[in-house]
């Protein structure tokens, strides 16, 4: 055993500091009787929530902080993203006769790779959303309209990270090895102009969701308008799915057609071909952005704060006390 466990020391202190409250633990070697400790953790545990939420609000965004606030999207809820890129593609994709044409079909496509499947292009999308989100914030200064100019700067300038994991989510039947095969495939085919069609319908779209967040913020009939604007313009990111994949490996669609997409949708699938994998992706939004509009606006800031307080014992709710 002596010579076994120093290998397995490493997941057992793992599993240690995941199941284990170390600052009660740390409590309990010293004296006073077990309630009294267990009271002081509680408080603890109010204070540093407390700190951590008031960091979040009123200092300059981190880029760890931001990734944590999304951490499900990228674990967890990994495969939504590629779920509903998968669908919004289908209908086009040289494979499409090989899966369902519904949204369970594209889900068991994903599923047919295992569970590596589901995070493939999972990294490109990590990198796209910090590079864009994060320096939003970064330079926005808690103020939406900079939030939206900002967006659209950084997702014009990593837009071809946009495309890069578009076609490694479309890529059911692992036609690229990886990245760098995929782009030498694209480029010697279309030119590196490929990995910037569809960029309008995405400064568009990215432009309905700030207005959203903004009207979410904002804590006014706003909300009414920039919410429907917001769910209609998920027709723009199927069109601009469509016109990554036209032309490239993955689809019989040749480029050319690019200018009468539209046209060819509404006639191939009708309205309806616009909202595939509309479901997943309103579902992956809700659960992953519900923090977002509490970054602009001053009185969500200060009931998600007052909220926290309120978990304090009375004695330690006053002003003076989180001052």
Request: glycine share 6%; no cysteine; hydrophobic share 40%.
């Amino acid at each position: 055993m002596n010579h076994i466990y120093p290998y397995f020391k490493p997941v057992f202190d793992l599993w240690g500091s995941l199941t284990t409250d170390q600052r009660f633990k740390d409590l309990t070697e010293f004296p006073g009787d077990w309630h009294t400790k267990w009271i002081a953790n509680e408080r603890y545990k109010v204070n540093d929530k407390y700190k951590a939420e008031y960091e979040r609000f009123y200092e300059e965004p981190s880029l760890v902080n931001t990734l944590w606030d999304n951490k499900y999207r990228f674990t967890l809820l990994a495969f939504v993203e590629r779920w509903y890129n998968v669908r919004q593609a289908q209908g086009f994709l040289k494979s499409r006769f090989q899966i369902p044409n519904n949204d369970i079909g594209a889900l068991n496509a994903i599923r047919s790779h295992g569970l590596l499947g589901s995070f493939r292009g999972n990294l490109l999308n990590l990198v796209h959303f910090a590079g864009v989100h994060y320096h939003a914030l970064l330079y926005a200064r808690d103020s939406p309209l900079k939030y939206i100019f900002y967006s659209t700067l950084f997702e014009f300038a990593l837009y071809p990270l946009d495309t890069l994991r578009t076609l490694h989510y479309a890529d059911i039947n692992r036609q690229f090895k990886h990245s760098f095969d995929l782009v030498t495939q694209v480029v010697q085919k279309n030119g590196l102009g490929h990995f910037y069609r569809g960029v309008d319908l995405k400064l568009v779209y990215n432009l309905f969701f700030a207005m959203n967040i903004w009207g979410l913020s904002s804590d006014s009939n706003l909300v009414y308008l920039t919410f429907p604007l917001w769910l209609s313009s998920y027709g723009l990111l199927a069109m601009k799915t469509r016109l990554q994949i036209a032309g490239s490996p993955l689809s019989y669609l040749p480029a050319e057609e690019g200018s009468n997409l539209f046209n060819l949708v509404i006639r191939k699938e009708s309205i309806r071909g616009l909202f595939k994998g509309f479901v997943p992706f309103v579902a992956l939004n809700l659960a992953a952005a519900y923090h977002l509009p509490s970054l602009f606006s001053e009185e969500k800031k200060r009931s998600v704060l007052k909220s926290i307080k309120d978990l304090a014992p009375p004695e330690q709710r006053e002003p003076a006390y989180w001052s």
